[in-house]
């Protein structure tokens, strides 16, 4: 089922698993399948930047894809296909559709300056890959060093027909929601789907300022989901109180660099990743910053009983 | 009374006041100085990259310097003086010791790279500015695009012995404060006081790592102190629930860009700030961003009530 | 006499003399002004990029400015005066008015990316400055990593009718000059001058595409004098035959960083600058890069006799 | 025969032939690859960033490399790897040197900036690709934003054996090569064959300081293989003089991004490729700076027969 501008909800950005020698754990991709489908997300990104895409070779990229799209079979699958050339987009984006994804996920390079190279490139991305592939435009110029206004991002959503969701992870970016929530009250904007990245670091307000949910990697989904569920049923505070619950710890996931360290730590530690490892070159958690990610764990727990990570918990669990 | 080595605490990154029109609000300098040494900081740091200096020219930088100094005279100034090129650097430093500054604050520019030329640049600004003048080094890559390891930050401490303190803002920078400290243990750098900025969105653990206070612009400067006060005290739990209590608003304060208008918001809201304001080019709230702060602002007070700011809590105060 | 939108020639970018201590040789200034005089520039501008600008204080910038315009009373004498905030920037640009100055230039500062950022900016530098000021606009993407396509630098001067004159140096910028040109023939773009810059590195055809003149420091202006008036007499050979025998001086003079101390060294040689010192951070010239250009000063002599340095020639000139 | 610090001469980066729609123009690597065989090259460099390789999938790549290797048998074939992650880096290395590659060629990517994270960087390239495969390690502060001092190139090649050239493009460059040669002398730095690039701007020079020879793409290698050889033979000013001679060609050859367009459309003229065409994002020349490149030829040609491309002398070729 492709990937349309109604899609909604939270997709998980999956981490790409490692044996600690650095080969791919195709074990740990079958439990992450597991756990974000009984979780209750709506759909799962891989290949994305926290996936360590770059880091692996076409043939790895694509048996990855591959497995998450045969094991995730209840889940949409939206696959990063950002590259340094559109031969390479293409030839992943191709075998992507055809192992059954949904959609795929473009960024612009970090050359891009002007408003014309960005739209540019955007439909020349859309000429390679072919008009029939729906695709999320990723917006994220921390990393990509790429600034897209509102009126850019409508440029390139209307100029391709099969643009089809926003990953919106500007920061700031809430007044952009708003901005591009009333181009389409005023008409200039066909409708889009919008969900929000950046670690989930104001997903509250997010919500509230009209994203259709979240597509980020917070090592607690759960959170994600409820956040989402309990801000579209209206329940400001609760929604609120469940973020601020979990903010120390995505704060924590949130650093540059060492964010995946603490996000495989987490997942590892819940038992879904074998290994924390990440290829080459990578980041890893010195004994001090687990204890202080155990620490942030225990604090989350006393809100959200899902964080007990304690022995007996486990033991229950 | 000059900066050394042994500074502590918490020094407020002050924002600078204007008046609607742009012209400088004196009376407000005032306030914010009296504000400041109120709640308890040890020290202000005036003219930072959120003091919005480089919109001023020479003659109003000397003359906020030497206002600030005059009013907040029980507390010691730090002054901002990076500079494009190290004449006006020094012109700035000079007047701000003669007005009484404790010290000057220096950041690298942004086009240097190599650890040779970080290192060596700062071996000239302290040729300018005279090796008797303590100052501050600031280490702030997510803004300067200037990155500094612990050894070269090492090697500038040692090559110069008027460096008293640093400015650690690095992100991520928990691992950072760690390797200095043990620098520090094995001999191979001398005593140098840390204090943290970066919004203080991680000074919980920053104090933990080892840190001697905090230097940021956060609007709840009570929070800051309060918040190191306790962690030096070993009240782990207690320092987490009040620094919790304030993350979603240290968070949204946070931003890069629209953050130095929350926090002069708030500041007005306080009733420390005649005006908002900011000089052009200057970034501004919208009615529903200012809503958010209320929000925010309200559910800080739940736990915190200093963040109480209903009309019932300003007639009462 | 203000600038307009028919200024033509060629403008020389003055550098700013030092004695090797670093104070300001005003002598060196003076020379300086009857040297661009005696050779037959149209005009010299001062504090540009390759002025070292940055490293003077505000009051150094206007005692510059002031000695330039008093001594070379005959040329249109434009100021450099960009600069971090708008404060500064008014400062120097009314100053420099006051004492004669024939307009100022604007670059755009570099954190600059959307094309309604950059207009946006020169909008408010306008408002800074007041609109009476002409000015003269600095595109030079290379050192400032803005990037403005040619229908941004319509929108700015079409937008502020102060704005005469377009300092021309993207790299690569020829097809600019022809899109601008031909902006003006289907009457989107009003009458605007273009003088360009790069060291002159591309002088020979940018006459050719449109160009009223140059705007660059090469230590050899009376080539660059040359150049454009044999281009505008369509003496096409003759112009490139010139420009050919100085084109290996050119591009070494174009030396990113180093550049400047070729500059400095050859006006230096060529009595008009007491000592080729630049202020720190600076950049110097081994012996070996001295006699490169030495001998390439010989090679261009044999076409340009201006050139000869040896003992002879100067006792004969 | 694999690649050592012995290599000296002229090695052409060769550019991606494609046809007009993209594809890859096989009988044009033919051509290139005899042509360069012709004119006296001693290797070709293949997938350079001048060779459009983040424009090919890895399976195209890898072809090319193949034909290349191939039909250019008597010449060293020298294949850029550079990659955003080491596992494309390594599949693409090895493919190479099973068909017979005398050695990769590896770039910095452009996130590096502290002299740690550059030196960890190839090591753990080396890691990655295996010590057995020599390469040569690529200098390009101007395109890769990455800057290392001659002590980081020197730490570099004295970590890793492999490491058997500099392909140095620092812009200025000149005073690296003499600090590079001057470690040799001292004993600090083991022999290093250096081969400059940057299009050829100071060849001449470069040959001076110390270079072994060139490794650049200008379309006319039989002007690098003569200066080589003639600064060589010590004829200093014959050197100077045929590069002088195309510098003109040479300055317009080497504009940041027509650059390839105007190297493409000479090898055209010059029948060695089918189709002056880039792969998308790629540059053209419009008819005048078609016009102004054939100026320029015919003007080399006045010196250097074998620019002369008019009908007669094709017809006597």
Excluded at 33 to 44: H, L, P, Q, S
Excluded at 148 to 162: E, G, K, L, Q, Y
Excluded at 167 to 173: A, R, S
Excluded at 252 to 279: D, F, T
Aim: aromatic content about 6%; glycine content about 8%.
């Amino acid at each position: 089922m492709k990937l349309t501008h109604q899609a909604a909800g939270t997709f998980a950005i999956a981490p790409t698993p490692f044996h600690d020698d650095g080969r791919i754990d195709e074990a740990s991709i079958d439990r992450l399948a597991d756990f974000y489908t009984e979780v209750g997300c709506n759909g799962v990104t891989v290949l994305g930047i926290m996936g360590e895409a770059p880091k692996l070779d076409g043939a790895e990229a694509e048996a990855i894809v591959k497995r998450f799209i045969r094991r995730a079979d209840k889940l949409q699958i939206v696959v990063g296909v950002s590259a340094p050339g559109f031969a390479a987009m293409r030839t992943l984006a191709h075998a992507s559709m055809e192992a059954g994804a949904a959609a795929v996920m473009i960024a612009p390079t970090p050359n891009l300056r002007t408003d014309d190279q960005i739209t540019t490139y955007f439909k020349q991305a859309v000429d390679a890959i072919g008009s029939d592939i729906p695709w999320v435009l990723q917006d994220y110029p921390l990393t990509l060093s790429v600034v897209m206004t509102p009126a850019v991002i409508r440029r390139i959503v209307m100029d391709n027909p099969s643009c089809v969701m926003l990953k919106h992870e500007d920061w700031p970016g809430l007044e952009k929601i708003t901005t591009l929530r009333n181009f389409q009250k005023d008409g200039s904007l066909r409708p889009l789907s919008i969900l929000t990245g950046n670690g989930a670091m104001f997903l509250d307000f997010e919500m509230e300022r009209g994203a259709d949910g979240a597509m980020t990697g917070y090592a607690f989904p759960e959170m994600l989901i409820d956040v989402v569920r309990l801000s579209k049923q209206g329940k400001r505070d609760a929604a609120h109180d469940l973020f601020d619950a979990h903010l120390p710890l995505i704060r924590y996931e949130q650093q540059a660099g060492v964010g995946l360290a603490v996000r495989k730590y987490v997942l590892h530690k819940r038992g879904v990743l074998a290994s924390p490892a990440q290829r080459k070159p990578g980041s890893t958690l010195s004994a001090q910053a687990k204890a202080e990610v155990d620490y942030l764990l225990s604090r989350v727990a006393r809100v959200d009983k899902r964080a007990n990570m304690s022995p007996q918990a486990s033991a229950a669990g």
